[in-house]
T-cell receptor, first 112, second 116 residues
Framework: DQQVKQNSPSLSVQEGRISILNCDYT??????FLWYKKYPAEGPTFLIS?????DKNEDGRFTVFLNKSAKHLSLHIVPSQPGDSAVYFC???????????FGTGTRLKVLA | NAGVMQNPRHLVRRRGQEARLRCSPM?????VYWYRQLPEEGLKFMVY????????ESGMPKERFSAEFPKEGPSILRIQQVVRGDSAAYFC??????????????FGSGTRLTVV
């Protein structure tokens, strides 16, 4: 019963182009959605988040879009840089709880 | 200004032994969370603790696993009588009082447990 799904295990993008990472969820009650970035042998690092009352949040090169009717969110990275190469996890949470439900991750490789 | 500190980074145990994983939260953080990542999977919530209290342990296996966050010292995740299926990366995270879910946690670098 995977409530948060990242169906693309990997993605390769040329440096300077846009990276789009996708995430689908099944529980329409989720209130918060986050993206974490993880390098090998390190812990996940918080990247950007969005609450369910919004449909877009932007922070520098990173933008998260939320489509509640489709139960879908995406992370756009523009322009992509080689240092963005990492595994990206999306996560969702319900208010009143203290935990996140993570997807299985997408490995992004930005080619120089 | 250290982040969340976990030790050891790598731990090898034989089947049937005990594993103790330690986590020191960031300075000023009073909430600790433990997550487990099995190979090729996402992180899965295990337990949420505040000082001397377990708030939510809904993700903890019913047997062999326990967690504590004493008044003094680090949080400890203890796995008794380890089995091969316990091999995973165990991540600890912390947050300060009043932080909302949209702000995320700060994770440590994890402990990689290998059961042989």
């Amino acid at each position: 019963d995977q409530q948060v799904k990242q169906n693309s295990p990997s993605l390769s993008v040329q440096e300077g182009r846009i990276s789009i990472l996708n995430c689908d969820y099944t529980n329409s009650m989720f209130d918060y959605f986050l993206w974490y970035k993880k390098y090998p042998a390190e812990g996940p690092t918080f990247l950007i988040s969005i609450s369910s009352i919004k449909d877009k949040n932007e922070d520098g090169r990173f933008t998260v879009f939320l489509n509640k009717s489709a139960k879908h969110l995406s992370l756009h990275i523009v322009p992509s840089q080689p240092g963005d190469s990492a595994v990206y996890f999306c996560a969702a949470s319900l208010s009143g709880t203290y935990k996140y439900i993570f997807g299985t991750g997408t490995r992004l490789k930005v080619l120089a | 200004n250290a982040g969340v500190m976990q030790n050891p980074r790598h731990l090898v145990r034989r089947r049937g032994q005990e594993a103790r994983l330690r986590c020191s939260p960031m300075k000023g953080h009073s909430h600790v969370y433990w997550y487990r990542q099995l190979p090729e999977e996402g992180l899965k919530f295990m337990v949420y603790l505040q000082k001397e209290n377990i708030i939510d342990e809904s993700g903890m296996p019913k047997e062999r696993f326990s967690a504590e966050f004493p008044k003094e010292g680090p949080s400890i995740l203890r796995i008794q009588q380890v089995v091969r299926g316990d091999s995973a990366a165990y991540f600890c995270a912390s947050s300060p009082e009043g932080q909302t879910l949209v702000d995320g946690y700060t994770f440590g670098s994890g402990t990689r447990l290998t059961v042989v």
